[in-house]
C-alpha cells in the first residue's frame, strides 16, 4: 500500500530519473530549486506525463508508460496544495472549500464544509474572500479545500514558504495534527532542511534529477552535502 | 415642430432591436470559441483567429461584399436556402443582424480571449485536481475570472453593432421603413437636407456611444 513512484522525464536540459516508495507516512522531498520536486509533484497529479515509469497509490495503477495508462488529473486521488494556494479570488472560505467537496450532495457537502471549518480554526470567516484573511488562514483553507474530497494523498508544494516563522512553527504542528487524523501518504516539497527535519517521517533527498539519499529525519542529523 | 417623427423612431427601435440581437449572438458563439482560441492548442489555432477577426480590420464594404457570397440569392449557402424556402435574407432586418454580428464578433472574441488567457493557470489546475471537468471548470473558474474582459466585450459589441453602417448597407439596404438602422437614416437625412432630424439622430447615437465607452472604460479599468 502507500504510494510508489518511478519516473523518467528529460526536457530541455534536464532530465529526471527517480524511484521511491512511502507508506501512509510524511515524505518530504528536499533539494534546491531546479531539482525536480515540483516536476514529481506535476506528474503525480497528472499534468506532466512522465516518459517512463508508473505511478501507483494505494495498489491502484495511476500511470504506467508500459501499459499504456495514464488516468486524467480530475480522476485522480491526489488532494495537491499549490506553493501560491491558488485560492479562487471569486469566492469566499466557504465556496473555496465546498468547490472541493466534489461528488457530494449540497447538504453533504455542506455538513462537512462546516466541520472542517470549525476543525481547521476558520470560524466565523466563511463569507470572507482570500485577500481578506491572513496568511495562514489562507494555508488553513487550502487546505481544508484539499483534503474536503478525502483524498488517498495529499501533496504540498512548498506550503509554507510564504509565512513568517512563528506561523510556520504554528503550521508544523497543524500538519503534524493533519497527519495524526488523515492516516493517508503525505508529500511536501521543501528547500528548507530545517522544516524537512521538523515534519518528515521520510527524507528523499533530490540532486540534479535522482536521488542521491533517503532516510527518517535522525538519520540527516546535519544539512546534507552539496 | 416636433424632434422626432415616426421613421425616427422607427430608425431607433430597429437599431436596438438589430444591435441587441446580433449582441445575443455574439455572447452566444464568440464566448465559447475564445475559451477554444485560449485554453486549446491545435494546427490552425492562428489562422483561425485571423479569420475571424479580420472584419475587425477589413473596410465594412469588403465584409459586406463576403456576406452577399456566402448568404445572396445565389450564394454559397444563401442559394441552396432560397432553391429550399424560397426565402432569402438580402434586404431584410435579419440581414442586417447578420451584418453587426459578423463586425462585433472579433472585438468579443479579443477581448475574451485575452481575459481568459490571463486567468492563472494554477486556479485550472487546482480545480482540476479537485476533481471537477473541463466544462465545470470553465463555467466555474474561467468564466467568472474573466468577467470583466467578458462584459467589456459585450458592451463594446453592443455598441458596434450599434453604428454598423457599410456591411448593412451591401446585405440589408437602404429600405425606409425596413431596414434603416439609425447610422442609415443619418446617411439618408443627410443625403436628403434634412439637418434637424439628422442633428436628433447624430446626438443621440453619439450619447449611447459615448455611455458605452464610459462602462467599457470602467470595466477596463478594473481589470488591471
Keep these: 500500500m502507500g504510494l510508489q513512484v518511478k519516473l523518467e522525464k528529460a526536457v530541455k536540459g534536464f532530465s529526471l530519473d527517480i524511484n521511491w516508495e512511502i507508506g501512509n507516512e510524511l515524505a518530504v522531498l528536499f533539494g534546491y530549486s531546479g531539482a525536480g520536486k515540483t516536476m514529481t509533484l506535476q506528474m503525480l497529479s497528472g499534468f506532466v506525463k512522465p516518459d517512463n515509469g508508473f505511478i501507483r497509490l494505494s495498489g491502484t495503477v495511476l500511470h504506467d508508460s508500459a501499459g499504456k495508462i495514464n488516468i486524467q488529473p480530475q480522476d485522480r486521488p491526489f488532494g495537491y496544495v499549490f506553493q501560491d494556494l491558488a485560492l479562487f479570488p471569486h469566492m469566499t472560505v466557504m465556496k473555496n472549500i465546498l468547490y472541493g467537496a466534489t461528488g457530494a450532495s449540497k447538504k453533504d457537502g455542506m455538513a462537512l464544509a462546516n466541520c472542517f471549518i470549525r476543525e481547521f480554526k476558520l470560524g466565523g470567516l466563511e463569507r470572507r474572500y482570500p485577500h481578506e484573511i491572513s496568511g495562514g488562514q489562507k494555508q488553513r483553507v487550502a487546505l ?27 503550521m508544523r504542528h497543524f500538519l503534524k495534527d493533519l497527519m495524526d487524523r488523515f492516516h493517508i501518504p503525505v508529500v511536501l516539497v521543501t528547500h528548507d532542511f530545517e522544516e524537512a527535519r521538523a515534519v518528515a517521517d521520510k ?24 | ?113 485575452a481575459a481568459m488567457e490571463s486567468v492563472d493557470e494554477n486556479f485550472i489546475n487546482v480545480s482540476y485536481t479537485l476533481g471537477h471537468s ?89 481589470i488591471i
Design chain 1, 144 to 170: 481544508a479545500r484539499a483534503l474536503i474530497r478525502q483524498p488517498e494523498a495529499l501533496l504540498l508544494d512548498e506550503p509554507f514558504s510564504a509565512l513568517d516563522r512563528p506561523l510556520r512553527l504554528e
Design chain 1, 203 to 226: 527524507i528523499i533527498i533530490y540532486e540534479n534529477g535522482t536521488i542521491s539519499q533517503t532516510g527518517s529525519p535522525e538519520e540527516f542529523p546535519k544539512r546534507p552535502v552539496n
Design chain 2, 1 to 113: 415642430m416636433t424632434f422626432m417623427d415616426e421613421e425616427m423612431f422607427f430608425s431607433i427601435r430597429l437599431s436596438l432591436q438589430v444591435a441587441s440581437v446580433a449582441t445575443a449572438l455574439v455572447i452566444l458563439t464568440a464566448i465559447p470559441t475564445a475559451y477554444v482560441l485560449a485554453r486549446k492548442r491545435f494546427r490552425g489555432r492562428e489562422i483561425l483567429d485571423v479569420v475571424l477577426t479580420l472584419p475587425l480590420v477589413l473596410p465594412p464594404t469588403v465584409t459586406g461584399y463576403y456576406l452577399i457570397i456566402v448568404f445572396g440569392r445565389k450564394g454559397l449557402i444563401g442559394g441552396p436556402v432560397y432553391e429550399w424556402t424560397g426565402w432569402n435574407i438580402m434586404f431584410t432586418w435579419q440581414a442586417a443582424v447578420l451584418a453587426s454580428f459578423v463586425v462585433a464578433f472579433p472585438l468579443m472574441l479579443k477581448t475574451a480571449r
Design chain 2, 134 to 222: 473541463e466544462w465545470e471548470t470553465a463555467l466555474r473558474v474561467v468564466l467568472p475570472l474573466s468577467k470583466r474582459g467578458i462584459i467589456a466585450g459585450v458592451v463594446l459589441a453592443f455598441a458596434r453593432a450599434m453604428g454598423e453602417f457599410g456591411a448593412t448597407m451591401m446585405i440589408a439596404g437602404n429600405l425606409p421603413g425596413r431596414t434603416d438602422t439609425m447610422p442609415i437614416a443619418i446617411y439618408s437625412l443627410a443625403g436628403s437636407g434634412e439637418w434637424s432630424k439628422a442633428n436628433v439622430m447624430v446626438i443621440l447615437l453619439t450619447v449611447i456611444s459615448g455611455f458605452f465607452l464610459y462602462i467599457v472604460n470602467r470595466h477596463a479599468r478594473r
